[in-house]
């Protein structure tokens, strides 16, 4: 273990991060130092496998639970991990093949504090980042083709509120997937550009083999310090104006807008409810409701609730019991997952499940992998996703605006940056 003070922390970072590129697993955190309600993820850069996660088990939570050992694992959850809470399934057709699951124990650890580093490695770490070469080429990405048409888009949103007016949910995440394949990629360049078009405080960088995880995620699934558990769902989104003016009238009218506010109000009492399955009875508490957080891209409507978790509850049947969470699925939850395969025409994968890291106390910090790009280098595709709450009320031309307001800045990254 060994503390040293870093330079130019955005050059060793860059060769730090191409350096880990060369193992077969590595996972990169950080918050951006954007202020955020419990912090942003803490800033870490995990290298190498020591053990890796090979679940065969039918409850990967439970297995998982095994392969902890007190040690600090990196990785993510895919959303068809559902297919182990609820009896559900998932055969959609699937672009870039992620496995559902994947966790590993670093063999290199380096814990940033500003700019300083703690370095947890048998190995001289220093030397290989600085002896470490940059001169990979520029990235090159097809232009994104969008899984659905427009119109197909428009005609599912109608069918939704239909099914709301029937009676069988209340509201329901969709979302539509767009695809392409690499022609040549240098995943670190990809993800440094992603971080500066639309800096978010659950930024994640994963290799697992030849999947990649780029992440400009704003949303906190999940976190767990000590007994207290925080979970932090977006519902409501505007664009940032191009004026000062403007933005503020958009920030007022998101806060103001009546639609925005039921959606979040039925995602907190969801996550209320879910909380609920693993906490002391009574501790489970709104903090803050219908909170207005701006970022580079979008103003999002984001509320706090916290609880304390029960003494006989393991940390990762709290993560259980509230996976996947409800600002990505809807209410009530079983139904809409069903109504999800039935009407997306592609499988989720990793996208809207959690990406993140567990410590050896148990404690852990998970976002939710929306606003990012999934690499697939062994087949040469990529993909990435972008959905909105329907309710009722919901006009289907204005979601498909709110879809492409979060598509954004990836698009723009494939088409400028690449």
């Not at 003070?5 to 590129?21: D, G, T, V």
């Not at 009676?167 to 995943?187: K, L, R, S, V």
């Not at 949303?219 to 769902?233: N, T």
């Amino acid at each position: 273990m060994k503390t040293t003070s870093i330079n130019n922390k955005p050059q060793f970072l860059e060769k730090a991060l191409h350096w880990a590129n060369n193992f077969s697993h590595c996972a990169y955190f950080q918050s951006n130092g954007i202020p955020y309600p419990y912090q942003g993820f803490n800033e870490i850069l995990a290298v190498g496998a020591k053990r890796i996660f090979k679940p065969n088990e039918n409850d990967r939570f439970e297995a998982l639970s095994a392969f902890h050992q007190n040690k600090w694992l990196f990785g993510y959850l895919g959303y068809d991990l559902k297919n182990d809470t609820e009896n559900l399934s998932s055969s959609n057709s699937d672009h870039v093949q992620f496995p559902e699951i994947s966790f590993f124990e670093a063999q290199h650890l380096l814990l940033f504090k500003g700019n300083e580093v703690e370095i947890r490695s048998e190995e001289d770490v220093l030397g290989q980042i600085e002896n470490t070469e940059i001169n990979l080429p520029q990235s090159k990405l097809t232009v994104p083709k969008a899984s659905i048409t427009k119109a197909a888009y428009l005609d599912i949103i109608e069918k939704l509120r239909q099914h709301i007016e029937e009676g069988d949910c209340y509201e329901i995440n969709f979302c539509q997937e767009f695809h392409g394949e690499i022609e040549c990629t240098n995943p670190i360049q990809l993800y440094s550009d992603l971080n500066k078009l639309s800096p978010s405080p659950f930024s994640s960088f994963q290799k697992h083999n030849d999947h990649y995880i780029l992440s400009a995620s704003p949303e906190r699934f999940m976190k767990k310090e000590g007994d207290k558990i925080i979970s932090q769902p977006i519902k409501g989104t505007r664009p940032r104006g191009k004026s000062k003016v403007e933005d503020e009238a958009l920030k007022k009218e998101l806060r103001s807008d009546e639609k925005e506010l039921a959606e979040n109000m039925m995602i907190v009492d969801l996550v209320r409810n879910d909380l609920a399955r693993s906490s002391k009875i009574g501790s489970v508490k709104v903090e803050e409701i219908f909170g207005i957080y701006s970022f580079q891209q979008v103003h999002q409507m984001i509320s706090t609730i916290v609880s304390e978790k029960r003494e006989d509850v393991s940390a990762f049947e709290v993560i259980k019991s509230a996976f996947p969470m409800g600002s990505m699925t809807g209410a009530p939850k079983v139904k809409v997952m069903e109504l999800i395969e039935q009407y997306e025409s592609t499988k989720r994968g990793a996208f809207s499940g959690a990406a993140g890291y567990i410590s050896p106390n148990g404690d852990f910090d998970f976002n939710v992998l929306i606003r990012s790009l999934f690499l697939n280098s062994a087949s040469k595709t990529y993909s990435f996703q972008a959905g909105s709450a329907i309710t009722y009320d919901s006009i289907p031309e204005k979601e498909y605006e709110e879809c492409m307001v979060k598509a954004k800045a990836i698009i723009s990254l494939i088409q400028h940056g690449a």
